[in-house]
C-alpha cells in the first residue's frame, strides 16, 4: 500500500533537487565559512548564494535576510528582541488570540518580564478586526505581531494593510510567514513590513533552519550571544548544509509559482467538494476566501478526529486533528476555540494539508475510503447512539455537506 501524506503544515518532505544540493556540504564542502583557509573560504560563497535565493523569493534584499535554526527562533528573536531593543519608548505588543505558540508563548513570557500584551480575538472564519486593531495601538505600543497565514486553518491575515497601519502609527510590525511561505505572493519591497519569519522545513528543506527578513533601520537585539555570525545578531556556527538547502528550496518554491499555487489549489478544491458530495453535516473551518492554496481544516460532526486520524492511518493516509505542536496532548485548539467553532465539533476537527509531491490520484483514494470510515464511526458514535437529536445541535445549521 502506498503512503499518502497530507500533513504538510506540520513538515514536508525533502525535495530530491535540495537534497542533492546540500549533501556536498556534509561530506567534502565541510569547512566553517568563518575561517580565513581554504577549506573556510570554499563554503562562504554558498551561504552568500543561498542568502540571495531566500531574498528573491520575497523581493528583499540579500543584507536583509538572516539565517536561523527554526521559525520558532526567528519569531523569539523578533518579539524579544524588538521589545527590548524598543523598551525606552514602550512595553506594548498587538498581537492574535491564534498565533502559533512560537509567537504567543513568548508574549506570554514578555508579560511575565512586566510587558504588557494585547490578544486580538477573531470571528468565526478566524479573521481579526483591523478597526480593533487600531484601536489597539497606544503611545507605548512598540510591536504588531500578526501572522501571515494561519497553520490549523489556512485563514490569510490582510498583511498589507496591517503593515500599512503600523507603519503610519509608527510601530514596528513582525509577520510569521511560516506557512505562507511559497504559497502565496510576498513583496517587500511593497509591503511595508519590520520582519518576517521564514522556516526551512515547510517549504521541501530539511528541519532545522529558517530565516528572519530585518528590513533596514529595524530595531532589534541579538538573544543568541557569542560569534559575530548573521552581523551579531544570531550567534553560532552556520548550518551549512541546512542554509544551502534553504536557498534552493526558496529558489524551487519561486519557479513556476503560480502553476504550483493552481496545483495545491486543485488538490484542496477536489477533496473539499468531493467530502461535500459524499458526507453530510461537515464544516469547513477557515476563510472561504482568503486563504491558504494547500489548506482544508473541517468539521466532521459527531465523531472523533482521532478517530478519523487512526482509521485513516490503517489505510496508510496522513493528515492531522491540529497543528504539530498540539497533537499528542488534550488541549482543543486554541485557534479553533478562538473561532467558536461549537464545543461538540471541536473534538471532531481534521486538517489535511498539502503539498507539491500529492497528485489527484492521491485526493480520490482519500475520497474512496473516507465515506465510509466517517459513517462507520458515526454509527458509533454515542451521540448519535444515545438518540441526541441532530436539530438541536447548534452546528448543524452551518454544515456544508448537509443535504
Ligand atoms: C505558523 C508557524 N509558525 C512557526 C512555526 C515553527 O516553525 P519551526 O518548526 O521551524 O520552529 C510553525 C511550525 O509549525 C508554524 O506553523
Known sequence: MDKIYFDNNATTPVAAEVLESFLPYYQTLFGNPSSLHWAGSAVKGAIEEARQQVAQLINAHPEEIIFTASGSEGDNLAVLGSCDALRQQGNHVITTVV???????????????????????VDSHG?????????????????ISVMWA?????????????????????????????QALGKVEIDMQKCPVDLLVMSGHKIGAPKGVGAL??????????HIHGGHQEQSLRAGTHNVAGIVAMGKACQLAGQDFFQRVEKLKQLRDRLQYGIMDQIEDVIINGHMESRLPNTLNLGFSFIEGEGLLLHLDMYGIAASSGSACTSGSDAHSHVLIAMSVDKW?????????????????????????????????REMSPMLTSGVDLDDCPYVECCIGHH
Do not use: W
Open 345 to 377: 465539533l471541536l473534538n471532531s476537527c481534521l486538517r489535511f494539508s498539502f503539498g507539491d509531491q500529492n497528485t489527484l490520484e492521491e485526493v480520490d483514494r482519500l475520497l474512496e475510503v473516507l465515506p465510509a470510515i466517517v459513517l462507520k464511526l
Open 127 to 143: 479573521m481579526i478586526d483591523l478597526h480593533q486593531l487600531e484601536q489597539a495601538i497606544t503611545a507605548k505600543t512598540v510591536l
Open 213 to 222: 527578513f530585518i528590513r533596514c533601520g529595524t530595531s532589534l537585539t541579538s
Open 150 to 178: 494561519n497553520n490549523e486553518t489556512g485563514t490569510i491575515f490582510p498583511i498589507q494593510q496591517i503593515a500599512e497601519i503600523a507603519q503610519r502609527h509608527k510601530v514596528q510590525f513582525h509577520t510569521d510567514a511560516v
Open 99 to 121: 498565533e502559533h505558540p512560537a509567537v504567543l508563548d513568548t508574549c506570554r513570557y514578555f508579560e511575565e518580564r512586566g510587558g504588557s500584551v494585547t490578544y486580538l480575538p
